[in-house]
């Protein structure tokens, strides 16, 4: 596990004023509240409200699950990045692994009654977030999820 404090080097940097902490965990499923944690602390610093601060916490838990539990197939042999980058205006959020890409059109759907997993976690990250913006495709190694919040 690593943990670095520098500017960020993706797309979401270059905003005035932003700072980027990035995390790297392993790919199990133990690790997803160490990234909840560092969300936390970020969120003291700004004192972003309790209502934004539970969106963003299921967000983030939702795109760090899915690189989990899908990335990497049932072995788990891999990482996942995360960078925060808190702006004055905003928190965005970056999700990196470079493990099975997917579709991320895929919809939901209803099997006999039953509502499938597909789609349903980036469903609910694009229903919180205020920015929002993936990459990945079936057949590709990696994806990418970015989200933000407005403060």
């Known amino acids: 596990m690593e943990i670095m404090d520098d500017r960020a080097t993706s797309e979401w940097s270059g905003r005035d004023g932003a700072r980027s902490i990035s995390l790297r965990i392993p790919a199990k499923a133990e690790y997803i509240t160490l990234c909840r944690l560092a969300l936390s602390g970020l969120a003291q610093v700004r004192q972003i409200g309790d209502e934004a601060m ?17 990335a990497y197939g049932p072995a788990g042999e891999g990482h996942v990045d995360i960078t925060y980058e808190l702006a004055p205006d905003r928190l965005g959020i970056e999700v990196v692994d470079d493990g099975e890409g997917f579709d991320p ?25 205020d920015e929002f913006e993936i990459q990945s495709s079936p057949g590709v190694r990696g994806s990418r999820l970015c989200f933000a919040k407005r403060l």
């Open 54 to 70: 539970a969106e963003l916490k299921l967000a983030l838990t939702e795109a760090v699950s899915n690189s989990v539990r899908h």
């Open 105 to 129: 059109d895929e919809a939901p759907s209803f099997d006999g009654g039953e509502l499938s997993e597909g789609g349903l976690g980036i469903a609910i990250i694009r229903s919180v977030a």
